[in-house]
């Protein structure tokens, strides 16, 4: 029972960060981010190259600013991911779709007669 209570109390003292890297352009570039980042003690890292960011599960007294110079010691930039960051990208995500869609109503349209 205690090695519960135990296993409970580490992973209540887990905080999950999210990085902006900058400088990767490859599958590369990202295992070499997630294995420097991986290598701090207390971290459980992954990184996506298609976003470039760094998912991090961290102890709760590793700090951003650790992370972050773990990834320059790599050879590239790291900055903490925000909420408003993600909400900003939304919208743009989204217009291309709706531009498609005009230009296939347009298209579909003329060739019907």
Avoid at 13 to 25: E, F, H
Avoid at 46 to 73: G, N, P, Q, Y
Avoid at 99 to 104: D, N, P, S, T
Wanted: charged share 25%; hydrophobic share 35%.
């Amino acid at each position: 029972m205690t090695e519960v209570a135990a296993h409970s109390e580490q992973t209540s003292r887990i905080k999950r960060i999210r990085l902006d890297v900058t400088g990767m352009s490859c599958g590369a570039c990202s295992r070499r981010v997630e294995n420097t980042l991986n290598k701090v003690d207390g971290v459980q890292a992954t990184v996506d190259i298609s976003t470039k960011i760094a998912t991090v599960d961290a102890r709760h007294d590793i700090t951003v600013a650790e992370l972050c110079d773990a990834v320059e010691r790599a050879g590239y930039h790291a900055e903490e991911r925000t909420a408003g960051h993600d909400d900003q990208s939304a919208p743009a995500q989204k217009s291309p779709s709706i531009v498609a869609r005009a230009i296939r109503w347009v298209t579909v349209g003329h060739m019907g007669g």
